[in-house]
């Protein structure tokens, strides 16, 4: 159904060009005074027209908060109630996709699953419903910095060049010099470079978000399927374009002995109890060990590409349908605060 | 929590080295008549002791039925409780496990969630559990059956000798040349002698399982947080040593183009609608389109080898331990049956 | 939390007198369309200043859609996001309610959970979010009708006039005559009168509700833990003011003989299997036998009274309170739709 | 389905006459050492054969518990589970139960539901199910001691003879006088003698139960769905038998005013914050306020009687049936420990 969380739960609404998008986070602790700049500036981060690499449309994305949270900003301990208008859903005409399924998107599997949809930018299957995710997300985040908790995510690789299993190499066998997820400008530049050349082109790349949280304490997730693991790979996967998830030295941990990949306990008066190294990902039997938890997620190219493609009408006969308008040219830029949120509320819905 | 699915809910019980381990599960249709010796096959392939890859722990594994089952072996719709008993769980002394923390096991986490734990082989994060959602999965894997959907996994990978994402490919490419996964004698043999090798030297090796679902019809899945292939996710990941899991074309979608990966709808009138290719892996939108679904599960190898390594003891101090006993050199070669039983409790959720 | 049902889950959100109230309407089924004219007049009946005997606060409960249904108000299969907008809610000097806490009201109960409430209009524990479960309710009856099944609930007891008891011995001894559930004019004269003595007086009388549902198939309703009335039962009772439910004969079946109440079981063609009388209320073991289902809810009444009450003030010491503005001399009137609404939805999840 | 509670989750399974019933408690907290003395007393009030009252049906049901516990009798937070084996469940002859619909009882209703049932007994619709339920209250009962909150139960009335409504009123009035719930041993014998009269006559009766909870804390419950006393309602109806649930003033409070039932608040330093009175029976908005808790729940006569009955056969066509052997005169001796059980299994999911 549309909920993520048991304690922390949040459920969330809306079509992309429908009068608003929204959700309810409840669970939320009371008395956590809200600092609505900080979340804004979260919020754009996911905004289409942040920067050069994304689509241009324009969608301010201000959620207008409607219960839970008193004149000063205080959580009361009930149910947040939040929406998000829809500024930009007038005046296109949607007949032609309508009649049409896209390749590779959701529009043949909710018609074959309700027997109708809405056509318009994709209706529920859009990824417009991230920003829901964002908004609790950076309230989920805000809380857990009080407790110590940092998350920080960013993207590891577009198209061929990708860094982020080097990322996670260099996470397990270095826990201790890196507190927030960085890559070198090198790399950083060939990506961009990499989009660049795809926008160019109007065609899209995948790519991949590697996300560092920090300051969990041990103890934290649950036997058998409520894994910390398992929950966050729950929530990752729920990314619209993602197609793979991997935790600690990840899919790379399938083709080493276990010899070589031991992490050995250690204890000092600061530190307390830690290990040598962290193939682990800071997660042992589902539990986390206190150690920094990292994974990557792995998003497709968007479908939504600018040339013109062969697919089916709602008859069943052959047809071309060319995307127009704002293209992303690598979904998965967008998606890199997606990630941090959705890390939050699975860590925090432990945690409240 | 112990328990998985939400319409078809398996609860599960039981530590390693206990009086039992066991489950309830409710929600199964009623008036489906079980083929017991079907399932008990399906539960051997789980067990000690089936080949020479494999632990050499002796234990029998048959489940009692207590619930559910009429005499003639049909489903009441009740809740289906059973156990199996721990044979194997006598005389042996585990005063050395109880003082100290085996490394990437999960000895030190439910020590730091529970302030207590059971030192016995594991207790309850030990892979064992892993026997109750094979008796689970055969039930579903049975009723599915006659709703025509089949699921096939096989051991795609183990250390240095990785088939996995050969077989991803080769799915999204040719998804109607193969209702059954397979790899190649070649391929099978390299992996066999590299897992033998792990076991000559005490060592062990991380593995990867293919899984192949076919027959399942479009419109299956949930959006927005309980798509298909995040409710697979969950589900896999919770199998002891998971580290990734990627659907489709996997993690390599993340370094493509969206032109290359386009699944071009088709219709005929045998096949209904279908894609000519499948890099979406039978998914869109997070829910089926009635094309083969497929996936991969990376396992580490487990840490328990017949070495001496460093540790801590529960009072901080460094000690040595050296693993006695069985040894199972690749726990992926187990976890085959394993991926195919919550494969079917995934699916069979969403159909019950 | 604020959610009810499982697969039609109803999650909601509001203070009395923040922005809005609202919530989200998750697993209605895809196709349906809705009637908003009936839905507004379902409303209607819940608001203030409906009739003489309710409390005059005007608030227009006009609820907004924000997704889930399409132009045409049909309903895509995603979730229904709504809003009500609170118009009534400026202007008001709340601060001695901070200050104190009113004797049977929920601000000390709130003050103790929370650590901080929202003292205007008693925020989340209003009556006002019945408003919600109208409006989600209201769907589900217009989707249950299609299916046959019909809903009527009436006032049938206030003050020292209660019909109620009555009413559950007339349906399960006529379970054929009856299929809108009546009082008498007389009774329904003297209930009236005592709700308008009670108002003039300042006062407020508590009341019950009859609700009766015609048409649900045999087979509806889960052992063991959420037979149909136990979830009618937790349904009924997170009603404002609800002290007591009782369903068949009710709690006059613990006064009678075994033998007095056998539901002798008959058939003929045209009915089917049926019983000649009803002392069951329609729910044999938890589950639906076919036979109309009803229930009794009672109400005690407001503690809001037009009265200068002894209480306590945050500090612990004594004060006096006097309750100023809107009078609901039986809050049991307003009820009346909220039961008929839970229903809708208690029963519509298990046939969704 | 079979399951009760959030975080404290019982999840039950078993067939009266099949080979076992048992059940999963996930969440119980870890390091708690278990008395099962204790336990098994408590078992044992529920036993057929424990007074002239009730069946004569022996069982003994000793539970096996299977894990969750460790060797010296302590939680280990892991998932108890445990199975009560059925000895009493051979050479009977239930062809004819196979065959015809017992009046009032589930036969009818699980077939419709299910297309198949188990007629020994019963099966999954009789109240031995509720034996399951009293070992997991009873571990649940000795955690909230250790908190300070204590549950008693009382059969407050049987057939004509009830005091149920007298208590209620007590309670209401004196809540400090009161610290476990009794009746006056002049109604006790009436009580008595009623039974002992219906079981000569070969009848059944009805009966209340009365139940006091103290030392819970304020500020358990919450908003607006999972009220204190909408679980306790939900629990209470699941026992077999349940008509009816009423707590604090309970039904009468619908034929009040409320000037005369106000709770007003008091502080002294020993007590803290109290309230005069308790006609909220000590749930506030659907949270505890700190005082004692109580309620009523009303059950049903039995339908099995010694008598020869009208009814149905599988082909609809009119018969006779004559229930044979053991004989319950009043079900609601056997399920005073069965209320307390599910009462402190609700208050307990709150603590956990």
């Given at each position: 159904m549309n909920t993520l969380g048991t304690k922390l739960r949040v459920t969330t609404f809306g079509e992309s060009h429908g009068p608003a998008i929204g959700g309810v986070i409840d669970g939320f602790p009371s008395g956590f005074k809200i600092d609505f700049d900080s979340l804004l500036q979260e919020v754009a981060k996911r905004s289409p027209g942040s920067s050069l690499l994304v689509t241009q449309r324009k969608e301010p994305d201000i959620p207008e908060f409607l219960s839970g949270i008193n004149e000063e900003g205080i959580t009361l301990g009930t149910p947040i109630g939040f929406i998000i208008r829809n500024t930009d859903n007038r005046g296109k005409d949607y007949s032609e996709l309508a009649e049409k399924f896209r390749s590779n998107h959701a529009d043949y599997t909710y018609e074959a699953k309700?027997?109708?949809?809405?056509?318009?930018?994709?209706?529920?299957s859009s990824a417009r419903e991230t920003a829901n995710w964002v908004v609790a997300g950076a309230l989920a985040q805000q809380w857990l910095k009080e407790k110590g908790v940092e998350i920080s995510s960013i993207l590891s690789g577009a198209g061929k060049v990708s860094y982020s299993s080097v990322l996670l190499q260099e996470l397990s066998e270095?826990?201790?010099?890196?507190?927030?997820?960085?890559i070198p400008d090198k790399?950083?530049?060939?990506?961009?470079?990499?989009?660049?050349?795809?926008?160019?082109?109007?065609d899209s790349l995948g790519g991949s978000i590697t996300c560092l949280i920090t300051g969990v304490k041990p103890g934290i997730g649950d036997p058998v399927f409520d894994k910390l693991h398992s929950r966050l790979a729950q929530a990752m996967m729920s990314i619209n374009a993602a197609k793979g998830f991997e935790y600690g030295l990840g899919i790379k941990a399938s083709t080493v002995k276990g010899s070589e990949v031991l992490d050995t306990f250690r204890y000092d008066e600061i530190k307390g109890i830690y290990t040598e190294t962290n193939y682990s990902g800071g997660i042992q039997g589902g539990?986390?060990?206190?150690?920094?938890?990292?994974?990557?997620?792995?998003?497709?190219?968007?479908?939504?590409?600018?040339?013109?493609?062969?697919?089916?009408?709602?008859?069943?006969?052959?047809?071309?349908?060319?995307?127009?308008?704002?293209?992303?040219?690598?979904?998965?830029?967008?998606?890199?605060?997606?990630?941090?949120?959705l890390a939050a509320l699975v860590i925090?819905?432990?945690?409240?």
């Amino acid at each position: 159904m549309n909920t993520l969380g048991t304690k922390l739960r949040v459920t969330t609404f809306g079509e992309s060009h429908g009068p608003a998008i929204g959700g309810v986070i409840d669970g939320f602790p009371s008395g956590f005074k809200i600092d609505f700049d900080s979340l804004l500036q979260e919020v754009a981060k996911r905004s289409p027209g942040s920067s050069l690499l994304v689509t241009q449309r324009k969608e301010p994305d201000i959620p207008e908060f409607l219960s839970g949270i008193n004149e000063e900003g205080i959580t009361l301990g009930t149910p947040i109630g939040f929406i998000i208008r829809n500024t930009d859903n007038r005046g296109k005409d949607y007949s032609e996709l309508a009649e049409k399924f896209r390749s590779n998107h959701a529009d043949y599997t909710y018609e074959a699953k309700y027997g109708i949809r809405d056509p318009k930018g994709g209706g529920r299957s859009s990824a417009r419903e991230t920003a829901n995710w964002v908004v609790a997300g950076a309230l989920a985040q805000q809380w857990l910095k009080e407790k110590g908790v940092e998350i920080s995510s960013i993207l590891s690789g577009a198209g061929k060049v990708s860094y982020s299993s080097v990322l996670l190499q260099e996470l397990s066998e270095k826990p201790f010099s890196i507190s927030d997820v960085k890559i070198p400008d090198k790399i950083k530049d060939e990506i961009e470079n990499e989009i660049l050349n795809a926008k160019n082109q109007g065609d899209s790349l995948g790519g991949s978000i590697t996300c560092l949280i920090t300051g969990v304490k041990p103890g934290i997730g649950d036997p058998v399927f409520d894994k910390l693991h398992s929950r966050l790979a729950q929530a990752m996967m729920s990314i619209n374009a993602a197609k793979g998830f991997e935790y600690g030295l990840g899919i790379k941990a399938s083709t080493v002995k276990g010899s070589e990949v031991l992490d050995t306990f250690r204890y000092d008066e600061i530190k307390g109890i830690y290990t040598e190294t962290n193939y682990s990902g800071g997660i042992q039997g589902g539990i986390s060990n206190g150690m920094p938890i990292f994974f990557n997620v792995a998003l497709k190219p968007t479908p939504t590409i600018m040339r013109e493609v062969e697919t089916l009408n709602k008859n069943n006969g052959r047809t071309t349908l060319t995307m127009k308008g704002r293209h992303d040219p690598c979904v998965a830029v967008r998606a890199v605060p997606v990630v941090k949120a959705l890390a939050a509320l699975v860590i925090a819905d432990f945690l409240v």
